[in-house]
């Protein structure tokens, strides 16, 4: 059974740094892309960051681009999501999901398991 267990959440002041881990089971990080959203309090959930399965590939979300970064260990268990420099806007709940799909992948239809989410806030 597939479980993707998000951590490293916290409230934090503007300009700090904080790292997400998702810890996946099922070998799925051999298999899946696996991808960042975020959701804000009354706003949409939004793709952060990917990175494909073989970690070849990242992707950012332009508002997050420079700041942050995707990647995973070498043991192939778990994906991380530092977040440098944070701002206030970044303060949201963090999801870790992963999709086999190649086309359209950082989408929120793409996605074959989720997390349940770690919360990040961000204060001025």
């Known amino acids: 059974q597939v479980q993707l267990i998000e951590s490293g959440g916290g409230l934090v002041q503007a300009g700090g740094s904080l790292r997400l881990s998702c810890a996946a089971s099922g070998g799925i990080l051999r298999t899946h892309n696996m991808v960042w959203f975020r959701q804000a309090p009354g706003k949409e959930r939004e793709f952060v960051a990917a990175?494909?399965?073989?970690?070849?590939?990242?992707m950012y979300a332009d508002s997050v681009k420079g700041r942050f970064t995707v990647s995973r260990d070498n043991a192939m268990t778990t994906v991380y999501l530092q977040m440098n420099s944070l701002k206030p806007e970044d303060t949201a709940r963090y999801y870790c999901?992963?999709?086999?799909?190649?086309?359209?992948?950082?989408?929120?239809?793409?996605?074959?398991?989720w997390g349940k989410g770690t919360l990040v806030s961000v204060s001025s």
């Open positions: 990175t494909s399965w073989s970690g070849s590939s990242t």
């Open positions: 999901a992963a999709t086999r799909r190649v086309v359209n992948w950082t989408s929120l239809n793409a996605v074959d398991y």
